[in-house]
Nanobody, 119 residues
Framework: QVHPVESGGGMVQPGGSLRLSCSAS????????MGWFRQAPGKEREIVGS????????WHADSVKGRFAISRDSAKYTVFLSMGDLTPADTSVYYC????????????WGQGTQVPVSS
């Protein structure tokens, strides 16, 4: 059973930066990919980005491109989300998920970590 756990969330000021981490305990084989998602209050969940585990290739949503960056520590099955130039619109619960074998299929999810962007 794969159990992703997010950490690093917390309040950050507009214009600030924050790095989130997610470690997938129970992971013994390389997944196809891992992804970051977020859900703002009153909004539907949206994908922030993903990273292919073998290649390290990343994809980022247009809304965060140039400000956020996904990276990984492949040996530790850990994925990071570096966030910069944060605005109140980025305020969300951020979730980490694992796609074991199939692209864009994420059966394993973390509980989420809150990122309020406010002064």
């Amino acid at each position: 059973q794969v159990h992703p756990v997010e950490s690093g969330g917390g309040m950050v000021q507009p214009g600030g930066s924050l790095r989130l981490s997610c470690s997938a305990s129970g992971q013994t084989d390389d997944p196809h990919s891992m992804g970051w998602f977020r859900q703002a209050p009153g909004k539907e969940r949206e994908i922030v980005g993903s990273i292919n585990w073998l290649s390290g290739n990343t994809w980022h949503a247009d809304s965060v491109k140039g400000r956020f960056a996904i990276s990984r520590d492949s040996a530790k099955y850990t994925v990071f989300l570096s966030m910069g130039d944060l605005t109140p619109a980025d305020t969300s619960v951020y979730y980490c998920a694992v796609a074991p074998t199939t692209p864009r299929s994420f059966p394993y999810w973390g509980q989420g970590t809150q990122v309020p962007v406010s002064s």
